[in-house]
């Protein structure tokens, strides 16, 4: 009875899409003139490809957007140096231009296809992949099912399922069963999600740890950091990064009590969507605060309460002008934001309560005295107000987070190894290859 559920859901969901297939070219469009697609290469999106397919074995890799095409990066560059060639995708126009900045000289990047018959199978009949990697928590049922079709071993790595995801695939688990027992193997982040993915049907399931502690620190644009301190001198700041919808508004509150307090500070705030800076400058400005936006090249001067870092890839720098920082998506939005970046660069970290995606990494830091979580606006006010005040123990947060940041590495070594059965072949394959067309010329 299972099965025939899973296959009506399925072929439920393949009609969806060849209903929706029509529209598919006014969703792309809209989306071009938004700036989320490129469009010069808005025919990726329905599996046309933008290049030729290299000879030899392929590996496909997926990474939804920025956080999770860094998290993989390291393993993309570690693949592609063993001769194996890689297509990568993703889906948003940043993360494009990430894997282009990073892994240009070793991978070949297009968008992934939009989720629906043909845009799939073009796709996959064209790059003809020996073997899937998804990032993360990416499940999209027709891709599935379709590799699955064709044996081409998929495996999840730095995988992970929110709690809001888990409940959504429990409330369904005939159809949870029938696309997780499929996947060759899982790579989970955490006990917790390893256990959930077995729950719902995963057969093959090891932990690995999370791949983002092996990343190395953003780039740190030393000549605009130094521009950035000189201007500031010594006056006290702390930064708010990654904010969601609702969460500048707090933080603007937090300023104005701590204004009051420590004279001539001054916030960073850094919102998660850098499209967002007009609309957040607009709104502080009429609390009477003065804004100098980063993504308008303004410096920041004696009168500057609020940095506004509205521009993407720059979180380095933003990292490295701060001690203190809180992450958002804690307070109001729910789901928390990676830390772990901060940690490295040497911050003391505050969040809300509510970092459900990243549990795992905030219990290591609470727990070895990195991180202070926070209930609301008041309390953000007490913490870094008692950060500023108290130098030792910012010192001391920081570099517990540092510590943390340690224990945590090693992610990207026990993936390489859980990945080793799916590598090897292809790499023998390679070997082969090369032997046979070495015998050719001689």
């Not at 996959?124 to 020996?130: G, S, V």
């Not at 005040?389 to 940041?405: G, I, K």
Request: hydrophobic share 45%; net charge neutral.
């Amino acid at each position: 009875m299972s099965d025939a559920f899973a296959k009506a859901a399925l072929s439920a969901y393949r009609l969806a899409g060849s209903l929706a297939y029509p529209m598919l070219g006014p969703y792309v469009g809209l989306r071009v003139s938004r700036g989320k697609e490129e469009a010069a290469r808005r025919r990726e999106r329905y599996g046309v490809a933008g290049t030729e397919r290299p000879a030899g074995p392929l590996v496909w890799v997926h990474a939804a957007s920025v956080g999770e095409s860094m998290a993989v990066a390291p393993l993309v560059r570690l693949i592609a140096e063993s001769g194996i060639a890689v297509v990568m995708t993703t889906g948003t126009v940043t993360s494009a231009a990430l894997v282009e900045d990073r892994l240009g000289d070793c991978a070949i990047h297009q968008y992934v296809p939009i989720d629906m018959k043909g845009p799939v199978c073009r796709f996959l009949d064209h790059w003809r992949p020996d073997l899937a990697i998804v990032a993360e928590s990416e499940i999209w049922p027709l891709t599935m099912t379709e590799l699955a079709r064709r044996r081409v071993p998929q495996v999840l790595v730095n995988a992970r399922l929110s709690d809001r995801s888990f409940k959504r695939w429990k409330s369904a688990p005939w159809l949870a069963e029938a696309l997780f027992e499929g996947l060759a193997h899982v790579v989970a982040q955490s006990d917790i999600d390893g256990e959930r993915f077995h729950v719902l049907g995963a057969r093959t399931v090891t932990v690995a740890g999370n791949l983002k502690a092996d990343v190395q620190p953003p780039p740190d644009q030393a000549d605009e950091v130094a521009a950035l301190r000189h201007v500031l001198g010594d006056r006290p700041r702390w930064a708010a990064v990654s904010t969601h919808a609702g969460e500048e508004a707090i933080v603007a509150e937090t300023h104005l009590t701590l204004k009051e307090r420590h004279e001539r500070i001054v916030t960073v705030l850094v919102p998660r969507h850098a499209d967002r800076g007009e609309t957040i400058a607009r709104d502080l400005e009429k609390l009477g605060l003065s804004v100098r936006r980063r993504s308008l090249g303004e410096m920041p001067d004696e009168t500057t309460d609020i940095l506004l870092g509205d521009t993407m890839g720059e979180m380095g720098l933003y990292l490295r002008l701060i001690d203190i920082v809180f992450m958002g998506k804690s307070l109001v939005g729910q789901g928390g934001q990676n830390p772990l970046e901060a940690a490295m660069l040497g911050s003391a970290i505050l969040s809300g309560r509510y970092v459900q995606n990243f549990r795992d990494v905030y219990q290591r830091l609470l727990k070895n005295g990195g991180a202070r979580l926070v209930a609301d606006g008041e309390g953000l006010v007490d913490y870094v107000d008692q950060l500023l005040t108290e130098p030792e123990l910012r010192a001391r947060m920081a570099a517990a987070a540092n510590v943390t940041v340690g224990e945590m590495r090693g992610a990207l070594a026990r993936t390489l190894q859980a990945l080793h059965p799916f590598l090897h072949p292809l790499r023998l394959s390679l070997s082969l290859e090369q032997r046979g067309r070495s015998a050719l010329l001689r």
